[in-house]
């Protein structure tokens, strides 16, 4: 199960490889130092030293041989060596120096061990065994491989000697034991600050391919409200960079895929509500014309077969004229709707006097007022000036004349008047002693919609003449509003100002 997490966990992978690649980079440092610093102590030691005998050797050269000993003794003091100084014969040359060695015996306390072949320098093997000076005690013990030696001239001294100068190997075995001894230490410390290392490394790793992975989690569920905002320069930060401006993108995509969806629906369904309506006005349409030619056929039937009613043919001739009347002022009124209905007809848009329209329309329907003995309170202002077509609009007025006189009782007053309210050219019709129900209202400019609910031609029309109204009005951009007042019944047509 700890293998699974940490194959999975990119954090976890990255600390591992980070820790053991700093804890052998550790291991392998420490171990060159280890094997480097007896060598290196001994070469920096015997630099020294070499640096100290060739001072010895020039200050030598301006000394009696007899008076060398105490330059001797302060170069074995300060070198931390043995020295010896060795004739042309291969000897032991005494200096009087009292710690150099010798060959011979003046105390038990040194001990010489001759060269092996006393006429080569490097065999020479010498040592001290329990030599004392200045309370320092040293067991030390060397061979010529590594000593240093020099030749040396004194004053008033023509022989050549040879100095062999030995460096202790004490120091150098204590520093390496002393590393040894903290070994285990500098192990724990080795672990410790590669652990260390190794987690922020792994976090400052991780840490934005986290965020990026978080990020990437929301993008999968349509989420783009976000901004990575990283500031890296590295690819890590170029791929924050980029998802920011690939979320951009895809934002500004997918709201203009869902305004483009959400318009589509909307034609969709615009498309479905108009394919009901002509579903509903084609219904309407063949019941409106259903009745008449069904009228029209049985009169008809009835002449022709001699049926006693119907042999009064000129009575029944001319209901029969008056159907068909009513079936062309049907039919036409149904090739209206159909023409408005039809967007590839533009509309002739000009500028024109309402007040003169709608006097037109009223000089064309007195006669039909004074039948239905009907009075008229006209009120039209000069200047309300809209934009439509003359023909549709007059359509539109005298349909809204034709419904006051259809719908209005003998003796009732029919009131027109004409106006601007608030800039916007007003047209108001209303016929007295009338009255809708609050229900019929709402429906009123439906196709093949009457209030009176018997449907009677005799008590109204066709039901399509306020569908008309509405139709022609959208087109001049205006709106037509009905309400009950408290004399009557109210229409009113509301045109957008003129620019």
């Not at 005998?53 to 020039?58: G, H, I, Q, S």
């Not at 002693?433 to 009123?444: N, T």
């Not at 209030?451 to 509405?470: C, P």
């Amino acid at each position: 199960m700890l293998r699974k997490k940490i194959r999975e966990s990119l954090t976890a992978r990255i600390f591992l490889m980070t820790f053991a690649l700093l804890l052998g980079a550790g291991a392998i440092t420490f171990g060159c130092i280890a094997w480097a610093t007896p060598i290196t102590y001994t070469a920096v030691i015997s630099s020294a030293i070499e640096e100290q005998m060739n001072e010895l050797v020039d200050r030598l050269a301006q000394t009696e041989r007899e008076d060398c000993g105490p330059l001797l003794d302060e170069f074995i003091r300060s070198a931390g060596a043995e020295a010896m100084l060795l004739g042309a014969d291969g000897k032991v040359v005494d200096t009087g120096s009292q710690l150099a060695v010798y060959s011979l015996y003046e105390n038990d306390n040194v001990v010489v061990v001759a060269a092996e072949d006393s006429g080569k320098s490097d065999g020479i093997a010498f040592g001290m065994a329990d030599s004392m000076w200045e309370d320092s005690v040293l067991s030390i013990t060397g061979t010529a491989t590594s000593a240093l030696t020099a030749e040396v001239t004194f004053l008033h001294d023509a022989t050549s000697y040879e100095l062999y100068v030995q460096p202790y190997a004490q120091p150098e075995n204590q520093a390496v034991q002393a590393l040894l001894r903290a070994a285990p230490w500098l192990l724990l410390a080795m672990l410790v600050f590669s652990a260390g290392c190794a987690l922020l490394y792994s976090r400052y790793i991780t840490r934005p391919i986290i965020r990026l992975s978080g990020i990437a989690r929301r993008m999968e569920h349509l989420d783009f409200d976000w901004q990575c905002e990283e500031k890296r320069r590295d690819e890590i930060g170029v791929l924050g960079r980029s998802l920011d401006g690939m979320a951009q993108k895809l934002k500004e995509a997918l709201t203009g895929l869902q305004a483009a969806n959400e318009a589509l629906r909307s034609d969709m369904e615009r498309e479905r509500k108009l394919e009901r309506q002509r579903l509903a006005f084609f219904s309407a349409a063949s019941h409106e014309l259903k009745t008449p030619v069904t009228i029209l056929k049985g009169q008809l039937t009835g002449m022709l077969d001699g049926v006693s009613v119907y042999r009064d043919r000129d009575k029944y001739l001319a209901r029969s004229l008056a159907v068909t009347a009513r079936m062309e002022e049907l039919i036409r009124e149904i090739l209206t709707v159909s023409r408005l209905e039809s967007d590839g007809e533009p509309v002739k848009m000009e500028r024109l006097d309402l007040s003169e329209l709608v006097q037109e329309q009223l000089e064309q329907d007195e006669a039909l007022f004074e039948q239905r003995g009907l009075r008229f309170r006209v009120s039209l202002s000069d200047g309300v000036t809209v934009l439509g077509e003359r023909a549709l609009l007059g359509r539109a007025v005298e349909n809204l004349l034709s419904n006051a006189a259809h719908y209005s009782p003998a003796g009732a007053e029919v009131r027109v008047s004409t106006r601007l309210r608030a800039g916007r050219p007003v047209l108001t019709v209303e016929n007295t002693r009338a009255h809708l129900s609050e229900g019929d209202i709402p429906h009123l400019f439906e196709a093949f919609y009457r209030a009176e609910q018997s449907r009677n031609r005799r008590t109204g029309g066709s039901g399509l003449g306020l569908y008309l109204v509405r139709m022609i009005l959208q087109r001049c951009h205006a709106v037509c509003t009905a309400c009950n007042t408290p004399e009557g019944v109210s229409f009113t047509i509301t045109f957008p100002p003129l620019d």
